[in-house]
């Protein structure tokens, strides 16, 4: 199993650009999530999607659009990227059998540069 | 809405010497509380998690973490310290009618010979 596996790793973009982050698990989980992280501020989710076919906001929404395509991928979109979207970008899942209490697992994340 | 507290930005220990990391949350009830570690370039791993019961809670890697509600506390703790727990760590705070966590800013931890 490769578990939680996030395309791109690495990216720049101009500011106004578009770009969808990518995100894939293979363990059959039912809830999954986007956070980003930013220095001393610690992780902050944009949106969520508790079961395939629902989404809701997090904390920090606002540029961001998300598609939950199937009950295994879960994509980021950036429609007009700004400087303040540079951050590191992690998508986790938990099996959501079980309440909130479940483990959160993370992919290895994309480092996203607006310039 | 829960929040999570970690005084501690970074902290630099000796190999071999104990390591304590704080975590204070806030929270109406009682709250799901997490511990994940990310080392440099991966991605965040979870090392241990109390919802219920036993508040002395063990983990992986050695470490174990007790919950404390008089002081609305989750500290980290590890008897001695090896090279590779160099890395940051990250308290986490749920609530038990939602599957968001809120997490605290992280406190790095570095290790001396």
């Known amino acids: 199993n490769a578990g939680v596996t996030q395309t791109p790793k690495f990216q720049v973009l101009k500011t106004g650009q578009s770009m969808t982050l990518q995100c894939a698990q293979d363990?059959?989980?039912?809830?999954m999530y986007w956070y980003r992280q930013d220095p001393g501020m610690g992780l902050r989710l944009i949106y969520y999607?508790?079961?395939?076919?629902?989404?809701d906001k997090g904390e920090v929404p606002n540029g961001y659009n998300v598609s939950r395509l199937n009950k295994r991928e879960f994509s980021l979109r950036l429609e007009s990227a700004a400087p303040s979207q540079t951050s590191v970008y992690f998508c986790a899942s938990s099996p959501n059998t079980s309440g909130p209490k479940e483990t959160q697992y993370f992919g290895p994340g994309t480092r996203l540069l607006v310039l | 809405a829960q929040s999570v507290t970690q005084p501690d930005i970074h902290i630099t220990v000796s190999e071999g010497a104990s390591l304590e990391l704080r975590c204070n949350y806030s929270y109406g009830a009682t709250p799901y509380l997490f511990w994940y570690v990310q080392s440099p370039g991966q991605g965040l791993q979870l090392l241990l998690k109390?919802?219920?019961?036993?508040?002395l809670v063990q983990g992986i890697k050695g470490f174990e973490a007790e919950f404390k509600r008089s002081q609305s506390s989750f500290n980290l703790r590890k008897p001695s310290v090896h090279w590779s727990d160099a890395a940051e760590y990250f308290c986490?705070?749920?609530?038990?009618?939602?599957?968001?966590?809120?997490f605290g800013a992280g406190t790095t931890v570095t290790v001396r010979a």
């Open positions: 986490a705070v749920g609530a038990r009618y939602d599957y968001k966590l809120s």
């Open positions: 109390y919802f219920s019961g036993d508040t």
């Open positions: 363990m059959n989980h039912n809830s």
């Open positions: 999607s508790a079961s395939e076919g629902t989404t």
